[in-house]
């Protein structure tokens, strides 16, 4: 097994540190496919069903990053510190619905598969320690819709820690680095404005958003689109990495999370929805604004 020296990021936190011994992709895979003809969405029941796999249909040029467990499409919470260790950086309260950072695979508790419907319910790991925190569940259903697929995603929390307000991924999208322009709307923006375009390095970048959504696109102008409405969202936090120009499962990769600051609480809950899409910009905007215009009463 190779161990290649990579740097590792996580979001929000806008953490860089140099890595070994972490396998390339993550460890064993076992995929489950949801395919309408048009998009094809998958997860990995290894990774605690995260959203590893978003293509068009019949094509096997895959979206997004699967690098480590960190990666995916994926719910990850933060909440006070508590002494943990991250590769010799303290760190803090983080259930990954993926796993953690040395590779060790979340649980699933339940996991369905459909025709067109994926469910899910995942006993997460610390990111850092890689111990199991029981006392979050997160579950996950992921559905198909023409051209989008729909993700639900909860947070159940039944322990009694306070967690302070914390900068929250919902969710948090690696995505793969050739998807080099992220496109958004700027509050400041009129109506009739173009999207504008950015294209952050590292560390993060926050950028400050009208509508909630935002679109990586590749130099041919196509990529993903994600939407995530209704919570009250106006801040996308982004980076991008540079890595194995050869092998795209390694380091280089785009990255993108819409942020909230919500505190962890006992009995705390929380839903959302968000949208993935492939197209591109025009396709996406007129998809995101027919489901943003149907949801209006």
Known sequence: MKSPLFAITL????????LSGIAEPTGNETWEFLDNG??????????????????????EENILNRFDYGRYVQQSWYGKRD????????????????????????????????????????????????????DVEFTQKIQLDGDIAIIDFTMRYSGEEIHPIHDQELPAVFV???????????????GGDPPRVAEPA????????????IAWLDKDDRGIGVLVPDIELNTVTC?????????RNKGACSYAAPIKRIAVTP?????????????TLAEIRHRFHKIQTDKKP
């Open 11 to 18: 979001g929000v936190l806008g953490i860089f540190l140099p």
């Open 38 to 59: 048009k998009i094809r969405i998958g997860v990995n029941r290894n990774a605690g069903a995260a959203i590893g796999w978003f293509s068009e249909s019949g094509r």
């Open 83 to 134: 002494d943990s260790d991250w590769n010799g950086k303290p760190w803090r309260w983080n259930p990954v619905q993926g796993g953690n950072w040395t590779g060790l695979g979340a649980r699933l508790s339940e996991f369905a598969s459909e025709k067109n419907l994926l469910t899910a319910s995942t006993i997460p790991r610390h990111w850092a320690s890689g111990e199991e925190i029981t």
């Open 176 to 190: 793969d680095a050739r998807y080099s322009r992220l496109h958004y709307l700027h509050p400041e923006d009129k």
């Open 202 to 213: 590292f560390p993060n970048e926050r950028l400050k958003i009208r509508e909630p959504w």
């Open 239 to 247: 980076y991008r990495t540079a890595g194995d120009p050869n092998n």
């Open 267 to 279: 009995a705390f809950e929380f839903q959302y929805r968000a949208y993935l899409t492939i197209g």
